[in-house]
């Protein structure tokens, strides 16, 4: 190659300077045509090592199936009975899984698989036999074939899954993907990670959110200023722009803020006559309120709508009936759980705040184990589950409370999709109600690995505090089940520390106050009637979000509490 000798100088006649301002530095006046996707994206398991092939096959069982416990079976040279991988359920006998490594896959090995099986020995008298394999199995020999094992073998449920039916299954869990192939192969597999998370927030948001207020951060201050100078002349148009403000507010999640805009919205329709929309508004105030700890304000509302005596729809009274009977229940200590129970009952389907109203309710009922009143009102709940958006908050707290009382087949049925089917967040709090469910029935071991798959979830998706109160949970199961470890780096008040110092806050369902801190306070002060009040939401909280070593601690301090006031 001719080596240049002549230097070349920027500026030289024939030569440009390609700055910003140039028009070749602009966009191209064409873009290429978008790669066709012209099949579907498999994982390269080939590459696997044998080794790491057997903890995928591990963690297929634990995170993909549902198993509470899965290992590696015996190690190598020990006779394995034609088992790589056992699983343990919660409700079910245990499955077995072979590993096999190969390039390529064909019906005499499928046939050898299950002989080796067969013929040993059975451990944990497993009647459910995986076969997985790193190699392609589209093959009609290999069809033909585990059609023939199966009929041959009537009381053995035997299921073949290769390189195709694994990358098929492993999509919608980029976790498993992200550990086990890296994650450029997890983006470029799991449609979850195609798209940025709208969720995602960066510090200096976070930041500026806190020194200047949500409303300034999200620039709705001027907003907000002119739907309060719209309020005397046209509070319509007023309640109108406080509503577009709340709206944003939540979507965000300020919700304590947006509630503060909702007042100054009802306000405004109460002022322009449309009572309909303006008690739609004050019910939705209402449950805030009670969802954020405060029924006495909540009670506030409602003897404000009964002191001006508003003529409102049948609709809405029904409703404001029952968010009025749940927050006295909460506030006061004449109102049983029965009494709220009367006054849900007599909604019907489409009533304003329908589905919030029964989903409170189920909370009051599980938190105070009355899961009769659930079971007793299984098709109302049913339709109040149905009429929430599938995937949201309300639908999880919900499918919650119905598997905690045993409707729709209870946990069996919904564990299996936890993790396939929410988003982190609520598959996180699912996962810890299905670890609080297997405490109360005494299986200790099935709760660990149930709180672990929470605290997995919510930590990646900054749920701090969630995460911290389960690490305290597993610690008190330990203690109390007996299972406590001797100490090591790793024991759980270390990680506790490791996760608050990481980022102390974040939950999943999020809420303006810290219900301990505020229980603790009145205690402190010898309010003893706000006390009890601010314990049982307290208690119930902590059923709700599954802390149940925070449940503990409120059933402790009412019981003291209860003695101080005898």
């Not at 405490?439 to 990646?460: F, G, M, N, S, V």
């Not at 470890?485 to 980022?503: D, V, W």
Request: proline share 4%; aromatic share 6%; glycine share 6%.
């Amino acid at each position: 190659m001719a080596k240049i000798e002549r230097e070349v100088l920027v500026g030289e006649p024939g030569w440009e300077l390609l700055d910003g301002s140039h028009e070749l530095s602009g966009p191209p006046p064409e873009v290429a045509r978008t790669l066709p996707t012209t099949a579907s994206l498999t994982l390269p398991t080939e590459y696997l090592t044998w080794e790491s092939f057997e903890h995928l096959v591990a963690a297929i069982a634990r995170e993909v199936e549902g198993a509470y416990e899965a290992h590696v079976y015996g190690r190598r040279g020990q006779k394995q009975h034609g088992i790589d991988v056992a699983g343990f359920f919660d409700s079910e006998r245990p499955r077995v899984y072979q590993a096999k490594h190969y390039k390529t896959y064909s019906a005499a090995k499928l046939a050898k698989a299950v002989k080796t099986f067969l013929d040993g020995k059975r451990p944990f008298g497993a009647a459910y036999l995986v076969v997985m394999t790193t190699a392609d199995v589209s093959d009609t020999k290999i069809e033909d074939k585990l059609d023939a094992l199966r009929t041959a073998n009537p009381d053995l449920t035997i299921r073949l899954w290769g390189k195709q039916e694994l990358s098929d299954m492993l999509q919608e869990h980029p976790r498993i993907v992200t550990r086990f192939f890296g994650p450029e192969t997890a983006r470029l597999v799991c449609p979850d990670l195609r798209q940025p998370s709208a969720e995602a927030k960066t510090a200096a948001v976070a930041s500026d959110a806190m020194v200047r207020g949500p409303v300034q951060h999200l620039d709705l201050h001027n907003d907000l200023e002119a739907a309060r100078e719209l309020t005397r002349e046209q509070p319509a148009r007023a309640a109108a722009e406080f509503q577009r403000v709340a709206e944003a507010l939540e979507e965000a999640g300020f919700a304590a803020h947006a509630l503060q805009v909702r007042r100054s919205q009802s306000e405004a329709l109460h002022e322009s006559q449309d009572i309909a929309a303006a008690v739609a508004v004050d019910l939705k105030i209402m449950a805030g309120e009670i969802e954020s700890g405060e029924p006495g304000l909540a009670l506030s509302v409602a003897r404000r709508l009964e002191t001006e005596n508003t003529d409102a729809p049948e609709t809405f009274v029904r409703g404001l009936q029952a968010l009025g009977a749940l927050a006295a229940y909460e506030h006061d200590h004449d109102v049983t759980l029965d009494d709220v129970a009367d006054a849900v009952d007599a909604l019907q389907d489409g009533d304003s705040e329908f589905a919030s109203a029964f989903m409170m309710f189920a909370e009051c009922a599980v938190a105070e184990n009355r899961l009769e009143l659930i079971t007793h009102r299984a098709a109302r709940f049913e339709a109040a589950c149905r009429s929430t958006p599938s995937g949201s908050q309300e639908h999880a707290r919900l499918r919650a409370c119905l598997a905690d009382a045993g409707i729709e087949e209870g946990w069996e049925n919904l564990q299996y999709t936890i993790r396939a089917t929410w988003k982190p967040r609520l598959a996180a709090l699912l996962m810890a109600r299905l670890g609080r469910h297997a405490i109360l029935q005494q299986k200790a071991t099935a709760a660990l690995a149930r709180y672990d798959d929470a605290i997995a979830l919510a930590t990646e998706d900054g749920a701090i505090d969630d995460a911290v109160n389960w690490l305290q949970t597993q610690s008190l199961i330990r203690v109390r089940f007996g299972l406590a470890q001797p100490l090591s780096m790793n024991e759980g008040y270390r990680r506790i520390l490791t996760l608050r110092a990481a980022g102390d806050g974040g939950s999943v369902l999020p809420t303006g106050v810290r219900f301990r801190e505020r229980a603790l306070s009145r205690m402190h002060k010898k309010r003893l009637a706000d006390a009890s009040q601010a314990l049982i939401a307290y208690r119930s909280r902590s059923a709700v979000t599954a802390d149940w070593a925070g449940e503990q601690e409120a059933e402790h301090l009412l019981g003291l509490l209860h003695q101080k006031a005898q």
